[in-house]
């Protein structure tokens, strides 16, 4: 079995920063890209940032510059460290990652942020 946890959530004011985690752990041989989705009320859930296991990464235009994602490897974890946050960046953030032949999804961690 494995799970992804999510944490470092919750309400910020515009213009603030957060931090999330997700630690993968269980039964792990391999965990090749890892990233993190978004999902506001109404709305389809998007891809916000993701990496790979040598790196490089990928991020939605909506937060190229304020957001960074990050990894390690040796903890089977990944970071977003989310800076100038706005209101429209509210939603439920999913961690995922792609572990062997298959996908897994941590259980969402809500981010808002008033203004």
């Known amino acids: 079995q494995v799970q992804l946890v999510e944490s470092g959530g919750g309400l910020v004011q515009a213009g603030g920063s957060l931090r999330l985690s997700c630690a993968a752990s269980?039964?792990?041989?391999?965990?090749?890209?890892m990233g993190w989705f978004r999902q506001a009320p109404g709305k389809q859930r998007d891809l916000v940032a993701r990496?790979?296991?040598?790196?490089?990464?990928y991020y939605a235009d909506s937060v190229k510059g304020r957001f960074a994602i990050s990894r390690d490897n040796a903890k089977n974890t990944i970071f977003l460290e989310m800076n100038s946050l706005r209101p429209e960046d509210t939603a439920v953030y999913y961690c995922?990652?792609?572990?062997?032949?298959?996908?897994?999804w941590g259980q969402g961690t809500q981010v808002s942020v008033s203004s």
């Open positions: 995922y990652a792609n572990i062997d032949i298959h996908q897994h």
């Open positions: 990496i790979s296991a040598g790196g490089f990464t």
């Open positions: 269980g039964s792990i041989s391999s965990i090749n890209v």
